[in-house]
């Protein structure tokens, strides 16, 4: 897995969480191996540590992309448990689950996409990241 830190923690606006971005980095480093024997993450998968500028969002998948962004404002126990999340969507993606585009589709059905922060959290994919994530969570921390 590759890990960055964003230009705007090294450099620019958000310096002060230069600590906290190396931190979660570090411990992503020691955590791969363990977080591999639970999600089948791909090989190429890019977490970028960065602000999120979204309200109570402390990380997302790009999904069909391979990517995904954390925020290392949240708490570490969220960050953990936030990583492990969007690699469950990217496995999710990459066995192809879990497909996006026009249509959504899980499993080959269509969905609707969410109209509401309800309909959101209990869409198939990630009613199925949440519960893995805390089976994980334990597991692995």
């Given at each position: 897995?590759?890990?960055?830190?964003?230009?705007?923690?090294?450099?620019?606006?958000?310096?002060?969480?230069?600590?906290?971005?190396?931190?979660l980095?570090?411990?992503?480093?020691?955590?791969?191996?363990?977080?591999?024997?639970?999600?089948?993450?791909?090989?190429?998968?890019?977490?970028?540590?960065?602000?999120?500028?979204?309200?109570?969002?402390?990380?997302?998948?790009l999904?069909?992309t391979?990517?995904?962004?954390?925020?290392?404002r949240?708490?570490?126990?969220?960050q953990?448990?936030?990583?492990?999340?969007?690699l469950?969507?990217?496995?999710q993606?990459?066995?192809?689950?879990?497909?996006?585009?026009?249509?959504?589709?899980?499993?080959g059905?269509?969905c609707?996409?969410?109209?509401s922060?309800?309909?959101?959290?209990?869409?198939?994919?990630?009613?199925?990241?949440?519960?893995?994530?805390?089976?994980?969570?334990l597991?692995?921390?």
């Amino acid at each position: 897995m590759k890990v960055t830190i964003a230009t705007s923690i090294k450099s620019g606006n958000y310096k002060h969480l230069q600590d906290r971005a190396n931190r979660l980095m570090h411990f992503v480093d020691i955590w791969e191996a363990k977080l591999k024997k639970y999600i089948d993450f791909h090989p190429d998968v890019e977490l970028n540590i960065c602000p999120i500028g979204r309200t109570n969002v402390v990380g997302q998948a790009l999904l069909g992309t391979n990517k995904i962004e954390l925020d290392p404002r949240a708490t570490l126990r969220d960050q953990c448990k936030t990583v492990i999340h969007e690699l469950i969507h990217n496995e999710q993606i990459n066995q192809t689950r879990l497909e996006v585009g026009a249509e959504w589709k899980w499993n080959g059905v269509s969905c609707m996409t969410a109209s509401s922060y309800e309909d959101y959290i209990n869409l198939p994919w990630e009613v199925e990241a949440r519960a893995r994530t805390k089976e994980i969570f334990l597991a692995v921390f």
